[in-house]
């Protein structure tokens, strides 16, 4: 089945560093979403790209669909203490009516 | 416009009781779909319904089923729990027909089986 690897699997990093994580798929599809998810809490959607090399920003945050259509990322300019959470690479699967999800990536952010 | 809401946050249930949870989905969104997360398998899809329809089922056992209702709103009802149920439950709503894109989730039901 569809496969998304996600790295890296946590970061650890200093107040106003810049993030830079990213997804693979074993499959091509035309849409690649981004979560962050707070402890406790449900995943809150930060960005969608729907077409091949699309670049979309949304704040501090800018996401990219790869060209080869098999990978995304996803920088985070200037961190601070609040971007602390996990983040989620998904895409929809074969059926359309499904996300997968790949396994997060943990951002911890030190004052 | 009001989110996702899920009841009940919190949940404690012995093995072999059943229980049931609520999602309500965002105005208008008639795609509702349930996926349990855990920290060892991660986010994994359980159903999704649209129009009181299941259109596609997750690889979970038979004692896990849902049901969706004319005004949106669903449930989901695990039965027989098991101690390897404890699990965030998190129910998420979608304006596409096809439910794929753009899922907004609500604060999910933490579920603890004893």
């Known amino acids: 089945g569809q496969q998304l690897n996600q790295s890296p699997q946590s970061m650890f990093i200093q107040e106003g560093e810049d993030v830079s994580m990213n997804c693979t798929s074993s499959s091509i599809f035309n849409t690649w979403l981004w979560y962050k998810q707070d402890p406790g809490e449900g995943p809150v959607l930060l960005i969608a790209l729907y077409k091949a090399g699309e670049l979309t920003s949304n704040g501090r945050l800018t996401a990219q669909f790869g060209i080869t259509r098999k990978d995304s990322f996803l920088n985070i300019s200037a961190s601070i203490p609040s971007d602390v959470g996990i983040y989620f690479c998904a895409q929809p699967g074969r059926s359309g009516y499904a996300l997968n999800f790949g396994k997060g990536t943990s951002l911890l952010v030190t004052p | 416009k009001a989110g996702v809401t899920q009841t009940p946050r919190y949940l404690i249930k012995t093995r072999g009781q059943q229980v049931t949870l609520s999602c309500s989905p965002i105005?208008?969104?008639?795609?509702v779909s349930w996926y349990q997360q855990t920290p060892g398998q991660g986010l994994q899809f359980l159903f999704e319904y649209f129009s009181e329809t299941q259109r596609n089922k997750g690889n979970f056992p038979g004692r896990f089923s849902g049901r969706q209702f004319s005004n949106s709103r669903s449930e989901m009802n695990v039965s027989t729990l098991e101690l390897g149920d404890s699990a965030l439950y998190l129910c998420?709503?979608?304006?596409?027909?096809?439910?794929?894109?753009?899922?907004?989730f609500g604060q999910g039901t933490r579920l603890t089986v004893v």
């Open positions: 105005s208008g969104h008639r795609s």
């Open positions: 998420a709503s979608s304006l596409a027909r096809t439910g794929d894109t753009e899922a907004f």
